[in-house]
């Protein structure tokens, strides 16, 4: 697809998403809404990606939601009231698949944030994997400064990447969480010095990630949300029964040829 408000490039196994519209601070208008979606829904098809990234141009990683496109969502003041809200909600959840795709993505999506990432796009790095910071970067749960509920799954998900103490904190007050803090209390997995060594430092772990078994690394991403929506004896079960359909033992062996051998092994990509 020719992407407007994102792009694609995929190389090595490696497929990176960029926001492309620095020039109004990569806002989350109709036409990203409709793209984060395919792009990632495209990725998840593609077997030669293994890992993904999401990045970001200009000054900032994003300003969150274009308030234009915000208004707009907003039913006519003379709408019948229930269908009105059955409307709303139906965008909301419109909304909340585009991020869904990234959370639900086979491969580990790693998100290379700089300067300041407000609401809807700590929506969008809490559906990743991991995430990376530059010194400069800062997270805002912008929707409580504007009178209203972040909806699009920084809720749901960030409170089981950060203490609960914390994750409130943040979403009572809407007070800027800066790259040192989000680093010591575990939100970022690392903080580089400027975006240009960000960047780097992201596309050397996906590098890592993607000389790997794409099946180990696509089953490690399932058991990894299972456990995270589940108890730990689902867990256990759900791992067994995979293991005992999904191993690959042909992986098994080029990886344990590989280390002993202390040489790098090839793995197949997916079919």
């Known amino acids: 697809m020719d992407y407007q408000s994102l792009s694609l490039e995929i190389a090595d196994h490696v497929a990176v998403v960029t926001l492309n519209k620095p020039e109004k601070i990569n806002a989350m208008g109709a036409d990203f809404w409709d793209e984060c979606g395919e792009v990632f829904r495209q990725i998840n098809d593609d077997p030669d990606v293994r890992v993904a990234i999401i990045a970001s141009t200009g000054k900032h990683f994003t300003a969150g939601i274009d308030l234009g496109y915000l208004q707009s969502l907003l039913p006519p003041q003379d709408a019948d009231p229930a269908r009105a809200m059955d409307m709303m909600r139906r965008k909301i959840k419109y909304l909340q698949g585009a991020f869904e795709a990234i959370d639900n993505c086979r491969v580990p999506v790693l998100a290379a944030v700089q300067g300041g990432c407000f609401g809807a796009g700590v929506d969008l790095v809490s559906a990743c994997d991991m995430r990376y910071a530059s010194a400069d970067a800062y997270f805002i749960i912008q929707e409580v400064n504007i009178g209203m509920v972040a909806d699009v799954g920084t809720l749901q998900r960030m409170p089981r990447q950060i ?14 969480y800066h790259a040192d803090e989000a680093f010591a209390t575990g939100y970022v997995t690392h903080v580089a010095e400027d975006h240009e060594a960000l960047l780097a430092h992201v596309k050397q772990i996906a590098a890592t990630i993607a000389a790997k078994s794409p099946l180990a690394v696509s089953g490690t991403k399932v058991m990894l949300n299972h456990t995270r929506d589940h108890g730990l004896q689902e867990g256990l079960d759900y791992i067994a029964s995979w293991n005992a359909g999904m191993l690959s033992f042909q992986d098994v062996m080029k990886g344990a040829t590989a280390a002993l051998t202390k040489s790098p092994a090839a793995f197949d990509d997916l079919m």
Request: glycine share 14%; aromatic share 8%; charged share 35%.
């Open 163 to 176: 203490p609960d103490g914390l994750m409130r904190e943040l979403a009572y007050t809407g007070r800027k």
